[in-house]
Nanobody, 122 residues
Framework: QVQLVESGGGLVQAGGSLRLSCVAS????????MGWFRQAPGKEREFVVA????????NYADSVKGRFTISGDNAKNTVYLQMNNLKPEDTAVYYC???????????????WGQGTQVTVSS
């Protein structure tokens, strides 16, 4: 089992930045790829980014390309999502996800965090 705990959400004005963190614990060797999803009120959960930190394979949703950056700190078992130039439409609960490959993260993650709220005011 892998446990994922997100933090870093909050309220920010449009154009601002936030950095989300996701700490992984448990059998982290079973999750080579990690990523982020988000779910806005009344909408389905959508993919944001996935990354395999072993080979660098990274995929971003078109809606966040150039604004969001995923990174990781292996020593801390932590994945970060740096979000810049935030827009009101980025408002959502952001979930950390993990799986064996980036493809699996995108299609059907094995592990999920509990989510952290990001609210962008106009």
């Amino acid at each position: 089992q892998v446990q994922l705990v997100e933090s870093g959400g909050g309220l920010v004005q449009a154009g601002g930045s936030l950095r989300l963190s996701c700490v992984a614990s448990g059998r982290t060797f079973s999750s080579a790829a990690m990523g982020w999803f988000r779910q806005a009120p009344g909408k389905e959960r959508e993919f944001v980014v996935a990354c395999d930190f072993h080979d660098g394979d990274t995929n971003y949703a078109d809606s966040v390309k150039g604004r969001f950056t995923i990174s990781g700190d292996n020593a801390k078992n932590t994945v970060y999502l740096q979000m810049n130039n935030l827009k009101p439409e980025d408002t959502a609960v952001y979930y950390c996800a993990a799986a064996l490959t980036t493809e699996r993260v995108i299609r059907a993650p094995t592990y999920w965090g509990q989510g952290t709220q990001v609210t962008v005011s106009s």
